[in-house]
């Protein structure tokens, strides 16, 4: 699980026109209404994955899929010192200050 403050981006390595996937995601939480986000070769997408379901279907071509996905704490909405409940330990953070 991940805190509401952050915001995933997801990025395809491979042309999704070689894989005939994509990556699905519902317009806002519990919406069940899922399009896929279009990226293409060299384009990012970001989206609330925290909150909003999210999936790739099954790659069925003869072709690797391969995509880059990492999450970033938006300020003010991240919480440095939230932790998901249940779990021993948790990621370790860093701050990037630009």
């Known amino acids: 699980g991940h805190q509401d403050g952050e915001l995933n981006f997801w990025m395809p390595l491979t042309d999704p ?5 994509d990556l699905f995601c519902e ?11 279009g990226a293409q ?3 990012a997408v970001a989206f609330h994955g925290s909150s909003c379901k999210h999936f790739a279907p099954p790659n069925c071509s003869n072709n690797t899929r391969v995509s880059l996905d990492f999450r ?10 939230w932790k998901m409940f249940g779990t021993k330990s948790d990621h370790t953070r860093k701050q990037v200050v630009l």
């Not at 317009?27 to 986000?37: A, V």
Request: hydrophobic share 25%.
């Open 17 to 21: 026109n070689m894989t005939k996937t």
């Open 27 to 37: 317009s806002s939480p519990g919406k069940e209404d899922y399009e896929p986000l």
């Open 41 to 43: 070769l060299g384009e």
């Open 72 to 81: 970033v704490g938006v300020e003010p909405f991240f919480d440095p010192k």
